[in-house]
């Protein structure tokens, strides 16, 4: 499962990476944070070169870094060896269970321009570079192009969904029958 992020329902044991999107200062800047767990290491994709040394986009990572281990440890996490023996990886050796995480700036990446919204798309294109297990690029990322992609893989989802009945991502039997009395 090497470069998966959890899947609704997966248990974060069986997982090895989970990408998290954190958002910077609450505005229109967002990174892409990756949790290497047989690492220890939660890996932040910052693609604003300027942003790199926002304190309070530190703070949000900081305040990740040190919930995480705390979370993991409440939940039961380490405790799942059927897949990964925790104690046993170099990185966890010596660490009691809520030692915060080490935290990796990810340089020589595709930056987006200073004055574009952009990164909402890097942090999709990136996430999906990672999950496939490709090398993330460092330059030659065409914003036009993965909005035409990612717009026309949601466009073609809509379509599949229509064609197969769905009405709804939610289910609910009132929801279908209030639409295909709709269509009558």
């Known amino acids: ?11 974060w044991h069986l997982a090895d990476d989970v990408y998290v999107p954190v ?11 990756v949790v290497a767990l047989k690492e220890r290491c ?25 919930m995480l ?10 405790e799942q ?21 080490e935290v990796s700036h990810v ?8 004055s574009s919204l952009d990164c909402g798309i890097f942090v999709a294109a990136y996430a999906e570079f990672l999950s496939d297990e490709l ?7 065409s914003v036009d192009t993965l909005r035409l992609r990612y717009a026309s893989l949601l466009w073609n989802y809509g379509i599949v969904k229509a064609q197969n009945g769905y009405v709804s991502n939610n289910e609910d039997p009132e ?10």
């Open 23 to 33: 958002n910077s200062n609450g505005k229109f800047h967002w990174v892409l944070t």
């Open 42 to 66: 939660i890996k932040v994709y910052d693609f604003m070169s300027s942003h790199r040394s926002n304190r309070k986009l530190f703070f949000e990572i900081q305040k990740m870094d040190t």
């Open 81 to 101: 060896n059927e897949r990964t023996n925790w104690s046993v990886l170099k990185c966890y050796q010596g660490k009691n269970k809520s030692h915060p995480f």
């Open 107 to 114: 340089t020589g990446i595709a930056q987006q321009e200073s």
């Open 135 to 141: 090398e993330v690029p460092s330059c030659g990322i």
């Open 175 to 184: 929801m279908r029958r209030t639409k295909k009395k709709k269509r009558s």
């Open 1 to 11: 499962m090497k470069g998966f992020g959890i899947p609704c329902g997966l248990p």
């Open 69 to 78: 281990p705390k979370y993991l440890e409440l939940c039961g996490f380490f």
